[in-house]
């Protein structure tokens, strides 16, 4: 893959994120390299969601900043968006539009083409093929989970933040996913992701943080 | 950091263009999937404009006299009426939220989502706004400026109620509060979109008033997307 030849870092210096007038986490310091996949764990409540949209830019951190290979993201900007690719708990999904009008969509927002039979390939392979042209109002709860998921099979990116990737998926949903994210980092990728379930993971940096202890 | 864009992609990615496009398409490919809700605000300029000549009699020069004000005090509320639905629908399923890591900036993004709102609220009304003028006794010259200042104005409104619609983003309750916020800031595009309208009926030149709002156009045209851009991250944080 493309990224393969550039060493990212992703490195969050004094991070300390408040919301709604309370202290979530307070001086928090990390560094991801190339290979690293970062596991945030805690209870409801503490944090998880708020670090992750610190990291993609959302939320403007209470103090401290977030470094994308040594230079802060709200400097970067647009230049740091175009090697994040961010899948929310929200899927970002259209219900008026079919699964292949909805990764159309979400890939021109990063810039990247559309290739048709790519996509159908990618949506057959993750058991989509007889929903491609309903709505996706029609989907279940995990069919359209797997429909934002798509784009990881799909986009270039070299960071990917995913919180809670695996809610609603079903056991074998899950090991693609585990099998795909494993697969990412091998080749070089960081992964930053919250989950509730118990993950192991194979592969080469793994980090975990847990966050209110 | 262009060359290491290229590194990161192997394919090209697409030029801001066709990804401003693609945003416009889609918004516009969504209304015609539910096409209730864009047919609600153009039927509803129709029904409430049709009812003030059955309502203030059959007097021809008192319904001409009024035609410009009623007309465009109508075109002002039906566009107002969708100004909600332009950012929460994004906002409720997370599409917002790509917006804004978009490797596009954020306020073109904005702007092609009011450019939508435009073609799908506005727009309508420049075309049937000289059919129900018929009603009012309006002549050609009339109706013609009608539909110029409507081309312009309803642009502009569109533009500056994007402001009103970030503003009130994940309030509950936002129709009234809009309305507050941008009637307003409505105020100058009403008084020289009828204004020009007025001046042809009493035999002026429409001129004077089309460039005044086509300042508050171009006005609206430059900073409106700018305090979008920014009251919709402020929501999201």
Known sequence: MGFLAKNHMLAATDLVGVRGGRLLFDKLNFSLSNGTVLYLQGANGTGKTTLLRTICGLSKPYEGNVNWCGEDIHELAEDYYKHLLYIGHLPGIKEDLTALENLQFSLALSGTPFDLTQATEVLHLLGLAKGLNLPTRMLSQGQKRRVALARLWLQDLPLWVLDEPFTALDANATDMLKQKIEAFANEGGIVVMTTHQEVAMHVPKFEQLRLGA | ?237
């Open chain 2, 1 to 237: 950091m262009t060359e290491n864009s290229q590194e990161v992609k192997p394919a090209k990615a697409l030029s801001t263009f066709s990804v401003l496009y693609r945003i416009l398409a889609r918004d516009i490919q969504v209304a015609l999937r539910r096409q209730s809700d864009v047919a609600a605000v153009f039927f509803f300029f129709i029904i409430a404009a049709s009812l003030f000549p059955l309502g203030s009699g059959a007097d021809p020069k008192l319904l001409s006299a009024m035609a410009p004000s009623v007309l465009w005090v109508m075109a002002l509320l039906s566009c107002m009426l969708s100004l909600s639905r332009m950012f929460s629908s994004d906002y409720a399923d997370g599409t917002l939220e790509q917006m804004m890591i978009s490797n596009q900036p954020v306020v073109l993004i904005v702007l092609m989502k009011i450019l939508a709102h435009w073609i799908l609220s506005g727009l309508p009304l420049v075309f049937v706004a000289p059919l129900i003028g018929l009603q009012f006794n309006l002549g050609g010259a009339e109706l013609q400026i009608l539909a110029a200042s409507l081309l312009m104005g309803t642009l502009a409104l569109s533009l500056i109620g994007s402001i009103g619609a970030a503003l009130t983003l994940g309030i509950r309750g936002t129709g009234v509060l809009i309305a507050i916020l941008v009637l307003p800031l409505y105020i100058p595009v009403l008084v020289f979109g009828a204004g020009a309208v007025n001046a042809v009926s009493i035999g002026m030149s429409p001129n004077g008033a089309l460039s005044l709002l086509g300042a508050v156009l171009s006005m609206a045209l430059v900073f409106a997307p700018l305090a979008s851009a920014a009251a919709l991250k402020i929501a999201l944080e």
